[in-house]
């Protein structure tokens, strides 16, 4: 089987391929991870490529606009190191993998105008997207199947642009303000779900962690009032176009109690399926027949803790569990960093490309 008849066959729930399709979460290491990669491989490819992933994924084409945000930070003193992403959300480098999400555009905002006259991004305009036809076309020749990513798609931009601890505040004092945001970003997130499944992915990826290692951040009933209709929504536009299309949903963190809201919405593939605070047996159970399962392999837990052994019995374990029915793709709950040895990587990587069905 080619990779990308495998990865379609798991996960549209059509059967049970030759083996497992594979990846390492979104594609990714971290910065200090990617070092320690080319240290060990010798190789100036990516790691998809060198592994040898059964997907690829695309993302729309760089932005022409002035992404200069400083002006919606009046009176505040920048840090010098702060980068703008093309929400405006400014972020400054740390210590760590991960950088300080820092400056949020919308924190100041009082009212529905103000969230209006900003400055949205153009990621709704054909432009962006003028490259990728033939983009997924050469990936299709080549045996791939295509990722549109879409992560940080509602509930995570939001909160970024306006704070997290405001935008929480907001559900319950200022309901209008938060709908006007959560208006803004459906409209460019519905446009481009349209341009990615116009040009020819096969998946469309979603992702917005709803949900601690608890439960919810919020209630179930704020969920359906704020956030459901808009994936909903995108979901919907991707089907009319090319009902083939499928939809991931990634979150990360105790997710058994919101499943049955994602396939309401017409979620095909349920991300990463998170090991250390999910039962992964009731999950199958309750919701295989309706859902297919990308990940599974925990990041907390076997992978930096483990032996390579242990790694290779976490993915026998992992398949037997979420891929009983084989709609399973093998990846680890989330991208990789420094403290998951080397050898443990390698042995996920042999062990999943050398699993059977």
Known sequence: MTSRERVLMAMSRKGKPDRPPFEISWGAFTPNLMRIFREQTDSNLTPDEFFNFDTRSVTPD???????????????????????????????????EIPDFKYHPLAKMET??????????????????????GKIDVLHARGYSVNGEMYQTIFETAWLMRDMNQFLQDMYLNQPLIEAIIEQITYLRVEQAIHFTKAGVDIIRLGDDI???????????????????SVKKIVEEVKRINPEVLVFMHSCGKIE???PEYIDCGIDILNPVQPECNDLVYIEKEFGSDIAFWGGLGVQSVLPNGTPDDVRSAVID????????????????????????????????????????
């Open 62 to 96: 760089p932005t022409t606009k002035n992404c200069d945000f400083s002006r919606w930070f009046s009176g505040i003193e920048l840090d010098e190191s702060v980068k703008f992403n093309e929400w405006g959300v400014g972020t400054v480098p740390t210590e760590y």
């Open 112 to 133: 529905v105008s103000e969230i209006e006259a900003y400055d949205w991004p153009d990621i709704d305009k054909a432009y962006r997207y003028e490259s990728l036809k």
């Open 211 to 229: 949900v601690t290692q608890r439960g919810l951040l919020f209630s179930k009933e704020f969920y359906r009032k704020f956030f459901k209709p």
């Open 257 to 259: 109690e919101m499943i």
């Open 318 to 357: 992992t398949q037997n569990i979420l891929g009983k029915r084989g709609s399973w793709l093998a990846a680890p709950a989330h991208i990789l960093d420094p403290t998951i040895p080397w050898e443990n990587i390698i042995a996920f990587v042999d062990s999943a490309k050398n699993a059977t069905y």
